[in-house]
Nanobody, 119 residues
Framework: QVQLVESGGGLVQAGGSLRLSCAAS?????????MGWYRQAPGKQRDLVAR???????NYADSVKGRFTISRDNAKNTVDLQMNSLKPEDTAVYYC????????????WGQGTQVTVSS
């Protein structure tokens, strides 16, 4: 099992910035493949925001390109999402997502952190 702990959500005015962080840990040996962030607004499905592979390749949702930056620290098993120029439509619960291998490969989810952008 891999545990994910998220931090950094909150309330911010439109045009402001927030930084989300997610740390992965396990009591057993594991390796992380891809890491990413998803978000889910009320009444909507959970969608990909940004993703980064172990080699550093990234992809972003069109709606956040140029405003959000994903990064990871492979030594610390952490992934961050720097969110700039936030808009009210960015309001959602943000979930850390990790594809990791312990004795098997599977996807893990964080508990979610609320991001609210006021207009």
């Amino acid at each position: 099992q891999v545990q994910l702990v998220e931090s950094g959500g909150g309330l911010v005015q439109a045009g402001g910035s927030l930084r989300l962080s997610c740390a992965a840990s396990s009591g057993s040996i594991f390796s992380i493949n891809a890491m990413g962030w998803y978000r889910q607004a009320p009444g909507k499905q959970r969608d990909l925001v940004a993703r980064i592979t172990s080699g550093g390749s990234t992809n972003y949702a069109d709606s956040v390109k140029g405003r959000f930056t994903i990064s990871r620290d492979n030594a610390k098993n952490t992934v961050d999402l720097q969110m700039n120029s936030l808009k009210p439509e960015d309001t959602a619960v943000y979930y850390c997502n990790v594809l990791a291998t312990t004795n098997l490969i599977r996807i893990y989810w964080g508990q979610g952190t609320q991001v609210t952008v006021s207009s």
